[in-house]
Structures are given as structure tokens and as C-alpha cells.
């Protein structure tokens, strides 16, 4: 099992900058592949960016490229996103999750095994 806890979620501008972080537990979490998705207010869940278990791999949806970058330490167990440039459009509950190495495609939930509980980011206009 591996228990996984987001935190720095918040409000902030646009045009401002907020990085979360993912904090894993229980089984070594840094064999996993640990993935970021959002899912904005009455809207269904999206993928944001993903990270390969030992940190060469990075993908990113088409909607964040250029604004968000994604980073992990595996001594701390923590994988971490990065957000530039937020848009109102950007406001959604965030969540990480982390999925067996190398197994299925990045962008797809029901790939991952781990689930956070989420952390919310706002971004005011």
C-alpha cells in the first residue's frame, strides 16, 4: 500500500505561481510512476502531467505545457508540481496518484493504483 498526501493548494492571482506537493508513505513510493490530475467544478477529471518512476521521463497535457513543470525526489517520497502562469481556467481540485512503474499509458486514471485525498487551487481573475 502506499498512502499519498497532496498539500500547497490555495488561492492565487492570475498570472501567479503555485507548486504542490505529493507525499508518499508505506511502500517505497519511488517506484512508482506518480501522475497529477485536476478536476475543475462540474467537470470530469483530466489529466494534468506525470513523471516516470526514476524521473527522466515528463508528460504534460496540451493545456499546461509551457506553464507547468513537474519534479520528484525520491529520497523524500515526494513528488512535486509546479505552476506558472496560472489561469482562472487552471482552478480545480488536484490530486496525485502513483501507478506500478512503466504499466499502461500516463494519461489515464484508472491506471494508477494510489490516490491523494486532493488539495484545491484557486485562481482569481
Known amino acids: 500500500q502506499v498512502q499519498l498526501v497532496e498539500s500547497g493548494g490555495g488561492l492565487v492571482q492570475a498570472g501567479g505561481s503555485l507548486s504542490l506537493s505529493c507525499a508518499g508513505s508505506?511502500?517505497?513510493?519511488?517506484?512508482?510512476?506518480m501522475g497529477w490530475f485536476r478536476q475543475p467544478p462540474g467537470k470530469e477529471r483530466e489529466f494534468v502531467a506525470a513523471?516516470?518512476?526514476?524521473?527522466?521521463?515528463?508528460y504534460f497535457a496540451d493545456s499546461v505545457k509551457g506553464r507547468f513543470s513537474i519534479s520528484r525526489d525520491n529520497a523524500k517520497n515526494t513528488a512535486y508540481l509546479h505552476m506558472n502562469s496560472l489561469k482562472p481556467e487552471d482552478t480545480a481540485v488536484y490530486y496525485c496518484a502513483a501507478k506500478h512503474r512503466d504499466y499502461g499509458r500516463y494519461d489515464i486514471g484508472r491506471n494508477y493504483n494510489y490516490w491523494g485525498q486532493g488539495t484545491q487551487v484557486t485562481v482569481s481573475g
Open positions: 513523471i516516470s518512476w526514476g524521473g527522466s521521463g515528463k
Open positions: 508505506g511502500r517505497t513510493a519511488s517506484i512508482y510512476d
